[in-house]
T-cell receptor
Framework: AQTVTQSQPEMSVQEAETVTLSCTYD???????LFWYKQPPSRQMILVIR??????QNATENRFSVNFQKAAKSFSLKISDSQLGDAAMYFC??????????FGKGTKLSVKP | GAVVSQHPSRVICKSGTSVKIECRSL??????MFWYRQFPKQSLMLMAT?????????EQGVEKDKFLINHASLTLSTLTVTSAHPEDSSFYIC????????????FGPGTRLLVL
């Protein structure tokens, strides 16, 4: 069975600085998708970034980028130029072959002005 | 962009009653929808996978007779919590996978259920 581990329950970053959220996973599959979702206080799940395992190039979406290390089964999220609106819970997720997502326990990110 | 709605957004009910939650994909068809549950300060846990025109697949530990799922059309899945008890109080979130696009799913805004 696949598992997703986020070892940082809480993180804090100064506005305009950079922060990295960690995520590791375990799977025996060779092709899969990984995601980072943001959940603000409204609790609406918002897709931040997606990585396809067969692609070696790390995904990037504006200020958000990932460091995908397939052999190490690591999938960290880097947020550059942090903004107050980035404060939220961040969940790392693995897409199972059945289609559903397995989520990590989340990291609560605070952004200090 | 693709939009998924849930209704109601919040519901309070008495213990022993049943509650129905709707999940609709507004601008796309979804052969598959997923129902998750999120307890306070915890992560999302999959309850069941809903497939249009067939029986839902439940995760281990989820009572299928208590959490009834119906996916009667390509845009609507419903979750009915039967004989609700206070321990069923939670945040229920659905997601919809566009037909033919397996790597993407869109989340609804969630439904907060409080059972008194």
């Amino acid at each position: 069975a696949q598992t997703v581990t986020q070892s940082q329950p809480e993180m804090s970053v100064q506005e305009a600085e950079t922060v990295t959220l960690s995520c590791t996973y375990d799977t025996s599959e060779s092709d899969y998708y990984l995601f980072w979702y943001k959940q603000p206080p409204s609790r609406q799940m918002i897709l931040v970034i997606r990585q396809e395992a067969y692609k070696q190039q790390n995904a990037t979406e504006n200020r958000f980028s990932v460091n995908f290390q397939k052999a190490a089964k690591s999938f960290s999220l880097k947020i550059s130029d942090s903004q107050l609106g980035d404060a939220a819970m961040y969940f790392c997720a693995y897409r199972r072959s059945q289609g559903n997502l397995i989520f990590g326990k989340g990291t609560k990110l605070s952004v200090k002005p | 962009g693709a939009v998924v709605s849930q209704h109601p957004s919040r519901v309070i009910c008495k213990s022993g009653t049943s509650v129905k939650i709707e999940c609709r994909s507004l601008d796309f068809q979804a052969t598959t929808m997923f129902w998750y549950r999120q307890f306070p300060k915890q992560s999302l846990m999959l309850m069941a996978t809903s497939n249009e025109g067939s029986k839902a697949t439940y995760e281990q530990g989820v009572e299928k007779d208590k959490f009834l799922i119906n996916h009667a059309s390509l845009t609507l899945s419903t979750l009915t919590v039967t004989s609700a008890h206070p321990e069923d109080s939670s945040f229920y979130i659905c997601s919809a996978q566009p037909s033919g696009i397996q790597e993407t799913q869109y989340f609804g805004p969630g439904t907060r259920l409080l059972v008194l």
